[in-house]
Protein backbone atom coordinates (compact mmCIF):
# COMPACT_ATOMS: atom_id res chain seq x y z
CA UNK A 1 0.00 0.00 0.00
CA UNK A 2 1.87 2.99 -0.94
CA UNK A 3 0.96 6.88 -0.12
CA UNK A 4 1.73 7.85 -3.65
CA UNK A 5 -1.14 5.99 -4.38
CA UNK A 6 -4.21 8.22 -5.26
CA UNK A 7 -6.88 7.41 -2.34
CA UNK A 8 -4.04 4.32 -1.14
CA UNK A 9 -6.57 4.37 2.01
CA UNK A 10 -9.74 3.25 0.06
CA UNK A 11 -8.89 -0.57 -0.13
CA UNK A 12 -7.12 -0.33 3.15
CA UNK A 13 -8.36 -1.71 6.69
CA UNK A 14 -7.58 -0.34 9.77
CA UNK A 15 -7.16 -1.56 13.24
CA UNK A 16 -7.04 0.53 16.26
CA UNK A 17 -4.94 0.24 19.35
CA UNK A 18 -5.68 2.06 22.41
CA UNK A 19 -1.76 1.59 24.02
CA UNK A 20 -2.98 2.00 27.27
CA UNK A 21 -4.65 -1.59 27.04
CA UNK A 22 -2.72 -3.29 24.90
CA UNK A 23 0.12 -4.97 25.66
CA UNK A 24 2.43 -4.05 29.34
CA UNK A 25 5.61 -4.79 28.53
CA UNK A 26 7.52 -3.48 31.62
CA UNK A 27 5.13 -4.73 34.20
CA UNK A 28 3.55 -1.95 35.48
CA UNK A 29 0.26 -2.53 34.83
CA UNK A 30 0.00 -0.38 31.83
CA UNK A 31 0.48 -1.22 28.21
CA UNK A 32 3.00 0.64 25.94
CA UNK A 33 5.34 1.53 23.26
CA UNK A 34 7.30 -1.56 23.48
CA UNK A 35 4.40 -3.87 24.24
CA UNK A 36 3.02 -2.93 20.96
CA UNK A 37 6.53 -3.51 18.91
CA UNK A 38 5.77 -7.06 20.91
CA UNK A 39 2.68 -7.44 19.02
CA UNK A 40 3.56 -6.11 15.45
CA UNK A 41 4.04 -9.38 13.69
CA UNK A 42 0.27 -10.43 15.22
CA UNK A 43 -1.47 -7.67 13.28
CA UNK A 44 0.98 -8.30 10.08
CA UNK A 45 -0.95 -12.11 10.40
CA UNK A 46 -4.17 -10.16 10.83
CA UNK A 47 -3.27 -8.67 7.51
CA UNK A 48 -4.44 -5.30 8.61
CA UNK A 49 -3.36 -1.97 6.69
CA UNK A 50 -3.16 0.71 9.01
CA UNK A 51 -2.61 1.42 12.38
CA UNK A 52 -4.79 4.04 14.12
CA UNK A 53 -2.91 4.94 17.46
CA UNK A 54 -5.06 6.78 20.41
CA UNK A 55 -3.04 9.23 21.83
CA UNK A 56 0.63 8.91 23.16
CA UNK A 57 1.53 12.18 23.85
CA UNK A 58 2.59 13.74 27.15
CA UNK A 59 -0.62 13.75 29.62
CA UNK A 60 -1.55 14.17 32.86
CA UNK A 61 -4.21 10.94 31.94
CA UNK A 62 -7.39 12.96 32.89
CA UNK A 63 -8.88 11.25 29.89
CA UNK A 64 -6.27 8.38 29.03
CA UNK A 65 -4.30 10.85 26.46
CA UNK A 66 -6.93 12.76 24.90
CA UNK A 67 -5.95 15.13 27.10
CA UNK A 68 -2.46 16.12 26.08
CA UNK A 69 -0.05 18.27 27.95
CA UNK A 70 2.80 17.83 25.10
CA UNK A 71 1.99 17.24 21.60
CA UNK A 72 5.71 16.22 20.72
CA UNK A 73 6.73 14.31 23.51
CA UNK A 74 5.86 10.92 24.75
CA UNK A 75 3.96 9.64 27.66
CA UNK A 76 6.35 8.36 30.32
CA UNK A 77 4.35 5.38 31.04
CA UNK A 78 3.91 4.45 27.81
CA UNK A 79 7.90 4.82 26.89
CA UNK A 80 9.98 7.42 25.07
CA UNK A 81 10.73 9.08 21.48
CA UNK A 82 13.21 6.33 20.67
CA UNK A 83 10.91 3.78 21.60
CA UNK A 84 7.96 5.64 19.37
CA UNK A 85 11.29 5.77 16.45
CA UNK A 86 11.44 2.51 16.65
CA UNK A 87 7.75 1.38 16.36
CA UNK A 88 7.20 3.29 13.54
CA UNK A 89 10.47 1.99 11.90
CA UNK A 90 8.96 -1.32 12.68
CA UNK A 91 5.62 -0.70 11.32
CA UNK A 92 6.85 0.33 8.21
CA UNK A 93 9.35 -2.52 8.12
CA UNK A 94 6.12 -4.73 7.63
CA UNK A 95 4.95 -2.81 4.91
CA UNK A 96 1.72 -0.77 7.78
CA UNK A 97 1.37 2.54 7.52
CA UNK A 98 0.75 4.64 10.90
CA UNK A 99 -2.45 6.67 11.20
CA UNK A 100 -1.87 9.37 14.71
CA UNK A 101 -4.74 10.56 16.79
CA UNK A 102 -4.38 14.18 16.94
CA UNK A 103 -6.60 16.24 19.41
CA UNK A 104 -6.52 20.00 18.87
CA UNK A 105 -10.02 20.89 19.56
CA UNK A 106 -8.42 21.41 23.64
CA UNK A 107 -5.31 20.42 25.50
CA UNK A 108 -4.34 19.30 29.02
CA UNK A 109 -4.72 22.30 31.40
CA UNK A 110 -1.19 20.94 32.05
CA UNK A 111 -0.21 22.48 28.54
CA UNK A 112 2.62 25.26 28.72
CA UNK A 113 0.37 27.49 26.90
CA UNK A 114 -2.26 26.93 29.89
CA UNK A 115 -0.10 26.77 32.22
CA UNK A 116 0.66 30.52 30.88
CA UNK A 117 -2.76 31.34 30.03
CA UNK A 118 -3.99 31.42 33.21
CA UNK A 119 -1.40 33.62 34.71
CA UNK A 120 -3.44 36.97 33.25
CA UNK A 121 -5.91 38.37 31.34
CA UNK A 122 -2.95 39.93 29.24
CA UNK A 123 -0.82 37.17 28.79
CA UNK A 124 0.11 36.41 25.26
CA UNK A 125 -1.44 32.89 25.72
CA UNK A 126 -4.55 34.15 26.72
CA UNK A 127 -6.30 34.42 23.57
CA UNK A 128 -5.03 30.24 23.17
CA UNK A 129 -8.39 29.38 24.69
CA UNK A 130 -12.06 30.66 25.40
CA UNK A 131 -12.52 32.99 28.44
CA UNK A 132 -14.82 35.10 29.37
CA UNK A 133 -16.43 36.92 32.30
CA UNK A 134 -19.43 35.30 33.90
CA UNK A 135 -23.01 37.00 34.47
CA UNK A 136 -24.16 37.41 38.14
CA UNK A 137 -21.25 34.68 39.76
CA UNK A 138 -23.20 31.74 37.01
CA UNK A 139 -21.09 30.78 34.23
CA UNK A 140 -20.93 33.11 30.26
CA UNK A 141 -23.79 30.30 28.99
CA UNK A 142 -25.71 27.37 30.18
CA UNK A 143 -23.71 24.96 27.77
CA UNK A 144 -23.57 21.58 29.99
CA UNK A 145 -20.04 19.41 28.48
CA UNK A 146 -19.96 15.75 27.12
CA UNK A 147 -19.39 14.67 29.85
CA UNK A 148 -21.98 16.31 32.09
CA UNK A 149 -22.08 19.17 34.18
CA UNK A 150 -21.31 22.81 32.99
CA UNK A 151 -18.54 23.61 30.51
CA UNK A 152 -17.12 26.23 31.92
CA UNK A 153 -14.86 26.31 35.05
CA UNK A 154 -14.31 29.11 37.13
CA UNK A 155 -10.65 30.61 37.36
CA UNK A 156 -10.44 32.62 40.73
CA UNK A 157 -7.00 34.16 40.06
CA UNK A 158 -8.42 35.99 36.55
CA UNK A 159 -12.18 36.21 37.94
CA UNK A 160 -13.27 34.60 34.45
CA UNK A 161 -14.19 31.07 33.35
CA UNK A 162 -12.59 29.49 30.79
CA UNK A 163 -14.79 26.84 28.18
CA UNK A 164 -14.19 22.71 28.71
CA UNK A 165 -16.53 21.21 25.92
CA UNK A 166 -15.51 18.18 27.86
CA UNK A 167 -13.44 17.17 31.17
CA UNK A 168 -12.39 20.74 33.27
CA UNK A 169 -9.04 19.48 32.51
CA UNK A 170 -9.42 19.85 28.91
CA UNK A 171 -9.48 22.86 28.07
CA UNK A 172 -10.92 24.33 24.54
CA UNK A 173 -8.50 25.87 22.28
CA UNK A 174 -9.85 29.05 20.31
CA UNK A 175 -9.09 28.15 16.62
CA UNK A 176 -10.13 31.90 15.97
CA UNK A 177 -6.61 32.99 16.58
CA UNK A 178 -5.24 32.30 13.55
CA UNK A 179 -1.75 31.88 15.75
CA UNK A 180 -3.38 28.53 17.52
CA UNK A 181 -4.26 27.38 14.22
CA UNK A 182 -0.65 28.12 12.96
CA UNK A 183 0.89 26.10 15.97
CA UNK A 184 -1.21 23.33 15.50
CA UNK A 185 -0.42 22.72 11.96
CA UNK A 186 3.31 23.13 12.98
CA UNK A 187 2.71 20.09 15.26
CA UNK A 188 1.08 17.86 12.93
CA UNK A 189 4.15 18.66 10.21
CA UNK A 190 6.40 18.06 13.45
CA UNK A 191 4.97 14.23 13.08
CA UNK A 192 4.51 14.31 9.26
CA UNK A 193 8.31 14.88 9.15
CA UNK A 194 8.82 11.59 11.29
CA UNK A 195 6.80 9.94 8.94
CA UNK A 196 3.65 9.01 10.17
CA UNK A 197 1.19 8.09 7.01
CA UNK A 198 -1.91 10.18 8.79
CA UNK A 199 -4.16 11.70 11.16
CA UNK A 200 -7.56 10.67 12.98
CA UNK A 201 -8.77 14.26 13.99
CA UNK A 202 -10.32 13.98 17.45
CA UNK A 203 -13.96 15.94 17.70
CA UNK A 204 -12.82 18.07 14.80
CA UNK A 205 -16.24 19.42 14.21
CA UNK A 206 -15.79 21.06 17.25
CA UNK A 207 -13.22 23.37 16.70
CA UNK A 208 -15.44 26.36 15.21
CA UNK A 209 -18.15 27.76 17.77
CA UNK A 210 -20.69 30.50 17.00
CA UNK A 211 -19.55 34.15 18.03
CA UNK A 212 -20.68 35.32 20.79
CA UNK A 213 -21.35 31.57 22.02
CA UNK A 214 -25.07 32.23 22.14
CA UNK A 215 -26.89 30.38 25.59
CA UNK A 216 -28.92 27.86 24.36
CA UNK A 217 -32.77 26.58 25.26
CA UNK A 218 -31.78 23.88 27.47
CA UNK A 219 -27.93 23.29 28.07
CA UNK A 220 -27.14 21.45 24.80
CA UNK A 221 -24.62 23.73 23.39
CA UNK A 222 -24.03 21.26 20.19
CA UNK A 223 -25.82 23.81 17.42
CA UNK A 224 -23.33 26.23 18.53
CA UNK A 225 -20.16 23.98 18.42
CA UNK A 226 -20.88 21.69 16.02
CA UNK A 227 -20.34 22.07 12.06
CA UNK A 228 -19.18 25.47 13.18
CA UNK A 229 -19.38 28.54 11.06
CA UNK A 230 -15.89 28.62 10.12
CA UNK A 231 -15.29 24.24 10.16
CA UNK A 232 -14.72 24.43 6.57
CA UNK A 233 -12.02 26.82 6.32
CA UNK A 234 -10.31 25.52 8.94
CA UNK A 235 -10.14 22.48 7.44
CA UNK A 236 -9.19 23.57 3.90
CA UNK A 237 -6.61 25.56 5.57
CA UNK A 238 -4.82 22.89 7.45
CA UNK A 239 -5.11 20.50 4.34
CA UNK A 240 -2.96 23.46 2.76
CA UNK A 241 -0.51 23.82 5.47
CA UNK A 242 -0.46 20.21 6.38
CA UNK A 243 -1.42 17.24 3.65
CA UNK A 244 -1.07 19.01 0.45
CA UNK A 245 -0.14 16.19 -2.21
CA UNK A 246 1.84 14.32 0.43
CA UNK A 247 -0.50 11.56 0.36
CA UNK A 248 -1.69 11.77 4.42
CA UNK A 249 -4.83 9.55 5.41
CA UNK A 250 -7.18 12.39 6.78
CA UNK A 251 -9.64 11.10 9.27
CA UNK A 252 -12.54 13.31 11.13
CA UNK A 253 -14.04 12.17 14.13
CA UNK A 254 -17.61 13.93 14.40
CA UNK A 255 -20.03 13.56 16.20
CA UNK A 256 -23.71 14.22 15.16
CA UNK A 257 -22.39 14.65 11.91
CA UNK A 258 -24.91 14.38 9.39
CA UNK A 259 -24.57 12.53 5.73
CA UNK A 260 -25.16 15.98 4.15
CA UNK A 261 -22.14 17.54 5.90
CA UNK A 262 -20.36 14.53 5.19
CA UNK A 263 -20.56 14.83 1.70
CA UNK A 264 -19.01 18.16 2.32
CA UNK A 265 -16.11 16.81 4.45
CA UNK A 266 -15.76 14.03 2.31
CA UNK A 267 -15.57 15.25 -1.13
CA UNK A 268 -11.89 14.93 -2.48
CA UNK A 269 -12.44 18.24 -4.58
CA UNK A 270 -13.00 20.11 -1.48
CA UNK A 271 -9.87 19.29 -0.25
CA UNK A 272 -10.46 18.79 3.57
CA UNK A 273 -10.84 15.07 4.96
CA UNK A 274 -10.70 12.04 3.42
CA UNK A 275 -13.43 10.02 5.33
CA UNK A 276 -15.11 10.66 8.84
CA UNK A 277 -16.55 9.23 12.05
CA UNK A 278 -19.87 9.07 12.07
CA UNK A 279 -22.03 8.51 15.12
CA UNK A 280 -25.74 7.61 14.53
CA UNK A 281 -25.39 3.95 14.32
CA UNK A 282 -23.47 3.30 17.44
CA UNK A 283 -26.81 5.50 19.27
CA UNK A 284 -29.18 3.19 18.55
CA UNK A 285 -31.29 2.33 21.74
CA UNK A 286 -29.66 5.81 23.48
CA UNK A 287 -32.85 6.91 25.78
CA UNK A 288 -33.83 10.05 27.41
CA UNK A 289 -30.21 10.50 29.49
CA UNK A 290 -28.35 9.73 26.41
CA UNK A 291 -26.20 6.56 26.66
CA UNK A 292 -26.94 6.69 30.73
CA UNK A 293 -30.57 5.29 29.65
CA UNK A 294 -30.57 1.93 27.57
CA UNK A 295 -33.35 1.18 25.58
CA UNK A 296 -34.77 -0.88 21.99
CA UNK A 297 -33.73 -0.53 19.27
CA UNK A 298 -34.87 -2.37 15.67
CA UNK A 299 -32.80 -3.73 12.80
CA UNK A 300 -35.04 -1.76 10.42
CA UNK A 301 -33.49 1.11 12.10
CA UNK A 302 -29.89 0.42 12.06
CA UNK A 303 -30.17 -0.79 8.02
CA UNK A 304 -32.17 2.55 7.71
CA UNK A 305 -29.05 4.30 9.04
CA UNK A 306 -26.22 2.62 7.15
CA UNK A 307 -28.38 2.46 3.70
CA UNK A 308 -28.19 5.85 4.38
CA UNK A 309 -24.97 6.38 4.41
CA UNK A 310 -24.12 3.94 1.68
CA UNK A 311 -26.37 5.82 -0.53
CA UNK A 312 -25.33 9.57 0.36
CA UNK A 313 -21.74 9.00 0.04
CA UNK A 314 -21.64 6.65 -2.86
CA UNK A 315 -20.61 9.16 -5.12
CA UNK A 316 -18.31 12.12 -3.72
CA UNK A 317 -17.91 10.89 -0.42
CA UNK A 318 -16.16 8.02 1.28
CA UNK A 319 -17.55 6.43 4.52
CA UNK A 320 -15.40 5.39 7.97
CA UNK A 321 -17.41 1.88 8.62
CA UNK A 322 -16.89 0.37 12.59
CA UNK A 323 -18.86 -0.96 15.13
CA UNK A 324 -17.07 -0.31 18.26
CA UNK A 325 -13.54 1.57 19.52
CA UNK A 326 -12.67 2.98 22.55
CA UNK A 327 -15.54 4.88 23.21
CA UNK A 328 -18.13 2.53 22.34
CA UNK A 329 -19.16 -1.13 23.96
CA UNK A 330 -18.21 -4.53 22.49
CA UNK A 331 -19.06 -4.82 18.99
CA UNK A 332 -20.58 -8.32 19.80
CA UNK A 333 -21.97 -7.56 23.16
CA UNK A 334 -23.69 -4.23 21.29
CA UNK A 335 -25.06 -5.81 18.10
CA UNK A 336 -24.45 -9.48 17.91
CA UNK A 337 -24.96 -11.99 20.46
CA UNK A 338 -22.19 -12.60 23.64
CA UNK A 339 -24.26 -15.90 25.06
CA UNK A 340 -21.58 -18.01 24.74
CA UNK A 341 -23.36 -20.33 22.40
CA UNK A 342 -23.68 -17.29 19.55
CA UNK A 343 -20.80 -15.44 20.67
CA UNK A 344 -18.57 -16.75 17.74
CA UNK A 345 -20.92 -16.77 14.97
CA UNK A 346 -22.43 -13.61 15.38
CA UNK A 347 -19.22 -12.12 15.89
CA UNK A 348 -18.15 -12.95 12.33
CA UNK A 349 -21.85 -12.14 11.22
CA UNK A 350 -21.22 -9.00 12.23
CA UNK A 351 -17.68 -8.48 10.70
CA UNK A 352 -19.44 -9.46 7.12
CA UNK A 353 -22.29 -7.20 7.67
CA UNK A 354 -20.00 -4.74 8.12
CA UNK A 355 -16.59 -5.28 5.92
CA UNK A 356 -18.28 -6.08 2.56
CA UNK A 357 -19.86 -2.32 2.84
CA UNK A 358 -18.61 0.67 0.95
CA UNK A 359 -15.96 2.28 2.67
CA UNK A 360 -12.36 1.45 4.98
CA UNK A 361 -13.47 -0.24 8.29
CA UNK A 362 -11.76 -0.01 11.26
CA UNK A 363 -11.26 -2.92 13.74
CA UNK A 364 -11.04 -1.87 17.55
CA UNK A 365 -8.45 -4.37 19.30
CA UNK A 366 -10.36 -7.23 20.54
CA UNK A 367 -12.77 -7.18 18.05
CA UNK A 368 -10.95 -9.83 15.61
CA UNK A 369 -11.28 -12.58 19.00
CA UNK A 370 -14.83 -11.57 19.49
CA UNK A 371 -14.20 -9.80 22.88
CA UNK A 372 -17.34 -8.94 24.79
CA UNK A 373 -18.49 -6.49 27.30
CA UNK A 374 -17.22 -6.60 31.29
CA UNK A 375 -19.18 -6.58 33.95
CA UNK A 376 -17.62 -3.47 36.64
CA UNK A 377 -19.37 -4.75 39.86
CA UNK A 378 -19.29 -1.29 41.48
CA UNK A 379 -18.35 2.77 40.30
CA UNK A 380 -15.30 2.48 42.49
CA UNK A 381 -13.59 -0.39 39.40
CA UNK A 382 -14.44 2.17 36.87
CA UNK A 383 -11.80 4.40 35.26
CA UNK A 384 -13.44 5.91 32.39
CA UNK A 385 -14.08 10.03 33.25
CA UNK A 386 -17.14 9.85 31.02
CA UNK A 387 -18.49 7.06 33.37
CA UNK A 388 -17.32 9.08 36.56
CA UNK A 389 -18.39 11.96 35.72
CA UNK A 390 -21.52 10.51 34.47
CA UNK A 391 -22.53 8.73 37.96
CA UNK A 392 -21.95 12.26 39.77
CA UNK A 393 -23.75 13.95 37.43
CA UNK A 394 -26.88 11.49 37.05
CA UNK A 395 -26.87 8.93 39.63
CA UNK A 396 -25.77 11.22 43.01
CA UNK A 397 -27.95 13.95 41.46
CA UNK A 398 -31.14 11.34 42.19
CA UNK A 399 -31.84 11.05 38.52
CA UNK A 400 -30.64 8.08 37.61
CA UNK A 401 -30.91 4.97 39.93
CA UNK A 402 -27.64 3.72 40.68
CA UNK A 403 -28.41 0.00 39.44
CA UNK A 404 -29.88 1.34 36.26
CA UNK A 405 -26.09 3.93 35.88
CA UNK A 406 -24.26 0.64 36.04
CA UNK A 407 -26.55 -1.67 33.90
CA UNK A 408 -26.30 1.48 31.10
CA UNK A 409 -22.48 1.48 32.00
CA UNK A 410 -22.41 -2.18 31.07
CA UNK A 411 -23.99 -1.83 28.36
CA UNK A 412 -22.70 1.50 26.35
CA UNK A 413 -19.36 2.77 28.90
CA UNK A 414 -16.47 3.17 26.98
CA UNK A 415 -14.62 1.35 30.03
CA UNK A 416 -15.92 -2.00 27.86
CA UNK A 417 -13.22 -1.42 25.37
CA UNK A 418 -10.63 -0.52 27.64
CA UNK A 419 -10.37 -3.61 29.59
CA UNK A 420 -7.06 -5.08 28.19
CA UNK A 421 -6.41 -7.19 25.32
CA UNK A 422 -6.50 -11.08 26.45
CA UNK A 423 -3.04 -12.62 24.54
CA UNK A 424 -3.39 -16.23 26.52
CA UNK A 425 -4.79 -17.45 28.94
CA UNK A 426 -1.76 -17.18 31.95
CA UNK A 427 -2.85 -14.23 34.54
CA UNK A 428 -4.71 -11.37 33.47
CA UNK A 429 -4.76 -12.62 29.90
CA UNK A 430 -0.85 -12.23 29.34
CA UNK A 431 -1.46 -8.42 29.18
CA UNK A 432 0.49 -7.98 32.66
CA UNK A 433 2.54 -9.81 35.07
CA UNK A 434 1.44 -6.67 37.86
CA UNK A 435 -2.15 -5.47 38.75
CA UNK A 436 -3.72 -3.83 35.42
CA UNK A 437 -5.25 -0.67 35.41
CA UNK A 438 -8.26 -1.75 35.14
CA UNK A 439 -9.52 -4.98 35.48
CA UNK A 440 -9.11 -7.51 33.19
CA UNK A 441 -11.81 -9.61 31.48
CA UNK A 442 -13.40 -12.49 33.60
CA UNK A 443 -13.53 -14.65 30.33
CA UNK A 444 -9.63 -13.91 29.38
CA UNK A 445 -9.11 -17.79 29.84
CA UNK A 446 -11.87 -18.57 26.74
CA UNK A 447 -11.13 -15.54 24.86
CA UNK A 448 -7.65 -14.77 23.83
CA UNK A 449 -5.41 -14.24 21.11
CA UNK A 450 -3.11 -17.85 21.81
CA UNK A 451 -6.90 -19.26 21.64
CA UNK A 452 -8.01 -17.69 18.37
CA UNK A 453 -4.60 -18.57 16.49
CA UNK A 454 -4.93 -22.18 17.64
CA UNK A 455 -8.92 -23.11 16.15
CA UNK A 456 -8.45 -22.56 12.29
CA UNK A 457 -12.28 -21.70 12.47
CA UNK A 458 -11.93 -18.81 14.27
CA UNK A 459 -12.72 -15.23 15.14
CA UNK A 460 -9.51 -14.09 14.10
CA UNK A 461 -9.29 -16.07 10.99
CA UNK A 462 -12.49 -15.08 9.58
CA UNK A 463 -11.21 -11.14 9.86
CA UNK A 464 -8.33 -12.30 8.29
CA UNK A 465 -10.09 -14.03 5.19
CA UNK A 466 -12.20 -11.15 5.11
CA UNK A 467 -9.17 -8.61 5.12
CA UNK A 468 -7.58 -10.81 2.19
CA UNK A 469 -10.98 -10.40 0.05
CA UNK A 470 -11.00 -6.46 0.47
CA UNK A 471 -7.35 -6.51 -0.67
CA UNK A 472 -8.17 -8.64 -3.62
CA UNK A 473 -11.51 -7.90 -4.78
CA UNK A 474 -12.38 -4.78 -6.13
CA UNK A 475 -16.17 -5.21 -6.20
CA UNK A 476 -15.95 -4.21 -2.29
CA UNK A 477 -13.74 -1.46 -2.61
CA UNK A 478 -15.74 -0.33 -5.53
CA UNK A 479 -19.35 -2.23 -6.13
CA UNK A 480 -22.08 -0.32 -5.49
CA UNK A 481 -24.14 -0.72 -2.50
CA UNK A 482 -28.44 -1.60 -2.37
CA UNK A 483 -30.08 -2.18 0.65
CA UNK A 484 -32.52 -5.25 0.35
CA UNK A 485 -35.66 -6.32 2.37
CA UNK A 486 -35.26 -2.81 4.37
CA UNK A 487 -38.63 -4.04 6.58
CA UNK A 488 -37.43 -7.05 7.57
CA UNK A 489 -36.57 -6.89 11.40
CA UNK A 490 -34.65 -9.75 11.36
CA UNK A 491 -32.12 -10.01 8.10
CA UNK A 492 -29.71 -7.24 7.18
CA UNK A 493 -28.94 -7.79 3.79
CA UNK A 494 -27.82 -5.51 0.54
CA UNK A 495 -25.65 -6.67 -2.66
CA UNK A 496 -23.11 -5.20 -4.27
CA UNK A 497 -22.51 -4.72 -7.62
CA UNK A 498 -19.49 -3.89 -10.00
CA UNK A 499 -19.67 -4.41 -14.07
CA UNK A 500 -21.38 -7.68 -14.32
CA UNK A 501 -20.63 -8.84 -10.78
CA UNK A 502 -23.03 -8.97 -8.35
CA UNK A 503 -22.53 -10.15 -4.36
CA UNK A 504 -24.96 -10.70 -2.24
CA UNK A 505 -24.72 -10.17 1.35
CA UNK A 506 -27.34 -11.68 4.03
CA UNK A 507 -26.48 -11.56 7.97
CA UNK A 508 -29.74 -13.37 10.45
CA UNK A 509 -28.93 -10.83 12.86
CA UNK A 510 -31.27 -13.17 15.16
CA UNK A 511 -31.03 -16.09 17.28
CA UNK A 512 -33.72 -17.89 15.47
CA UNK A 513 -34.11 -19.77 11.82
CA UNK A 514 -34.82 -17.41 9.07
CA UNK A 515 -36.01 -17.78 5.85
CA UNK A 516 -34.24 -15.47 2.69
CA UNK A 517 -35.39 -15.33 -0.98
CA UNK A 518 -32.26 -14.60 -3.17
CA UNK A 519 -34.19 -12.15 -5.48
CA UNK A 520 -33.03 -13.77 -8.22
CA UNK A 521 -35.31 -13.57 -11.96
CA UNK A 522 -34.10 -17.57 -12.25
CA UNK A 523 -31.94 -19.65 -9.77
CA UNK A 524 -28.40 -20.43 -10.60
CA UNK A 525 -25.96 -22.43 -8.77
CA UNK A 526 -24.44 -18.97 -7.04
CA UNK A 527 -20.89 -18.98 -5.62
CA UNK A 528 -20.29 -18.81 -1.94
CA UNK A 529 -17.88 -16.28 -1.73
CA UNK A 530 -17.70 -16.41 2.34
CA UNK A 531 -19.63 -18.04 5.17
CA UNK A 532 -19.64 -17.77 8.93
CA UNK A 533 -21.41 -21.83 9.28
CA UNK A 534 -18.69 -23.89 7.50
CA UNK A 535 -21.08 -26.33 6.27
CA UNK A 536 -23.45 -23.53 4.27
CA UNK A 537 -24.83 -24.63 0.86
CA UNK A 538 -27.81 -23.43 -1.59
CA UNK A 539 -29.72 -25.44 -3.00
CA UNK A 540 -32.46 -23.00 -4.49
CA UNK A 541 -33.03 -19.49 -4.36
CA UNK A 542 -34.86 -19.94 -0.72
CA UNK A 543 -32.17 -20.26 2.19
CA UNK A 544 -32.90 -20.89 5.36
CA UNK A 545 -30.24 -18.87 7.45
CA UNK A 546 -29.41 -20.27 11.05
CA UNK A 547 -28.76 -18.10 13.98
CA UNK A 548 -26.61 -15.08 13.13
CA UNK A 549 -25.32 -17.07 9.92
CA UNK A 550 -23.61 -14.74 6.97
CA UNK A 551 -23.39 -15.45 3.60
CA UNK A 552 -21.93 -14.14 0.86
CA UNK A 553 -22.55 -15.28 -2.45
CA UNK A 554 -21.86 -14.30 -6.32
CA UNK A 555 -25.23 -14.76 -8.25
CA UNK A 556 -25.68 -13.68 -11.42
CA UNK A 557 -28.81 -11.16 -12.03
O1 LIG B 1 -14.65 11.44 21.60
C1 LIG B 1 -15.64 12.37 21.22
C2 LIG B 1 -16.86 12.12 21.97
O2 LIG B 1 -17.77 12.90 21.95
C3 LIG B 1 -16.92 10.92 22.81
O3 LIG B 1 -16.83 11.35 24.15
C4 LIG B 1 -18.17 10.18 22.54
O4 LIG B 1 -19.16 11.07 22.17
C5 LIG B 1 -18.68 9.46 23.76
O5 LIG B 1 -17.65 9.19 24.58
C6 LIG B 1 -19.28 8.15 23.32
O6 LIG B 1 -20.61 8.35 23.17
C7 LIG B 1 -13.32 11.90 21.44
C8 LIG B 1 -12.42 10.76 21.91
O7 LIG B 1 -12.62 9.62 21.08
C9 LIG B 1 -12.80 10.46 23.34
O8 LIG B 1 -12.07 9.32 23.83
C10 LIG B 1 -12.46 11.68 24.19
O9 LIG B 1 -12.92 11.46 25.51
C11 LIG B 1 -13.14 12.95 23.62
O10 LIG B 1 -13.10 13.06 22.21
C12 LIG B 1 -12.42 14.18 24.16
O11 LIG B 1 -11.13 14.22 23.57
CA1 LIG C 1 4.00 -0.73 30.83
Given amino acids: MNRENKDWWKSAVVYQIYPRSFQDSNGDGIGDLKGIIRRLDYLNTLGIDIIWLSPVYDSPN ?49 HAWFQEAKKSKDNAYRDYYIWRKGKDSMPPNNWISMFGGTAWEYDEKTEEYYLHLFGKKQPDLNWENEIVRKEVYEIMNWWVKKGVDGFRMDVINFISKVPGLPESADGNGKPYYENGPRIHEYLREMNREVVENNGLVMIGEMPDVCTKDAVLYTNPARKELDMVFSFEHVEVGYGEYG ?223 RKFTIPLEHFDDPGVIIANYTDFTVQSSVIELRPYEAVVLEIHI
Fill in 291 to 513: KWSVGPWKLTELKGIFGKWQNELNEEGWNSLYWSNHDQPRAVSRFGDDREEYREVSAKMLAVCLHMMKGTPFIFQGEELGMTNTRFTSIQEHRDIEILTGYKEYCKTGLIPESEFMQAAYEHGRDNARVPVAWDDTVNGGFTDKKPWIKVSDKYKTINVKKNLEAPDSVFYFYKRLIELRHSEKIIVDGDFRMLCEKDEDIFAYTRSLADKTWLIACNFSCYN
Fill in 62 to 110: DDNGYDISDYRGIMSEFGTMEDFDLLLQEIHNRGMKLVMDMVVNHTSDE
